[in-house]
């Protein structure tokens, strides 16, 4: 298997624009997460899909923040409008079962000037 | 409120010695899940370990072994022979059986020494 797939790696874009973040889970993997990473806040979980359904999106900062999940291979989280402290690494990872480890994906590294 | 500590946010080894990582972890489940992951400078987390809080005897992979203390809420991670490639961040991360979410560490960087 290929493992969790982002895209795209790096994304630069400036303040206000829109982003768009894209995962494709492990076939066969059941639960997806979204996490952001940045230094000071370290790994927070931003919302997670249990079967393409949103289940806790309690993590995500801000109404600017959407994650969808339209099938079971492809998710994405949307940022509009983009702010410079959105700057981070979102990482998206992909679980079968509840009892089994996530894998995770490369991850976005996102920059917003 | 369920919380997990590394207190060691950097540690150096030298090449081919043994290291071993703090974590520490608040929690009044009894059952639960522990991780370590590893993440090298390629930003990608990579899964070292598991240990289910139910198992006594300490999990193992290679040179990497844990030691799990539940009454302690402790568990470190023990890397043996130290490899250059084994530099990384670190984390720790717990999971309770009646959630399904990783509550994380803040990471501990491994530095190897040549």
């Known amino acids: 298997d290929a493992g969790v797939i982002q895209s795209p790696r790096h994304e630069v874009t400036e303040m206000g624009q829109e982003v768009t973040l894209r995962c494709k889970p492990i076939s066969g993997h059941d639960y997806l997460f979204w996490y952001r990473q940045t230094m000071m806040r370290g790994l927070e979980l931003l919302i997670y899909f249990n079967n393409n359904v949103p289940i806790d999106d309690s993590g995500m900062p801000e109404d600017r923040f959407s994650a969808k999940m339209p099938n079971a291979s492809f998710s994405t989280l949307k940022i509009q409008p983009s702010e410079p402290r959105d700057s981070a690494v979102y990482f998206c990872?992909?679980?079968?079962?509840?009892?089994?480890?996530?894998?995770f994906g490369p991850g976005t590294r996102l920059t917003v000037l | 409120a369920q919380t997990v500590t590394q207190s060691q946010p950097e540690m150096s080894v030298q090449e081919a010695e043994t290291v071993t990582l703090s974590c520490t972890y608040d929690t009044s489940e009894s059952d639960y899940y522990l991780f370590w992951y590893k993440q090298p400078p390629s930003r990608q987390m990579i899964l070292v370990i598991r240990?289910?809080?139910?198992k006594q005897q300490n999990a193992t992979e290679n040179r990497f072994s844990v030691n799990f203390q539940k009454a302690a809420k402790s568990f470190s991670l023990k890397i043996s022979d130290s490899q250059l490639g084994d530099a990384a961040m670190y984390f720790c991360?717990?999971?309770?059986?009646?959630?399904?979410?990783?509550?994380w560490g803040a990471g501990t960087k491994l530095i190897i020494k040549p």
């Open positions: 240990q289910e809080a139910y």
């Open positions: 990872a992909s679980r079968r079962g509840l009892y089994n480890e996530q894998f």
């Open positions: 991360a717990y999971r309770p059986d009646s959630n399904y979410q990783l509550i």
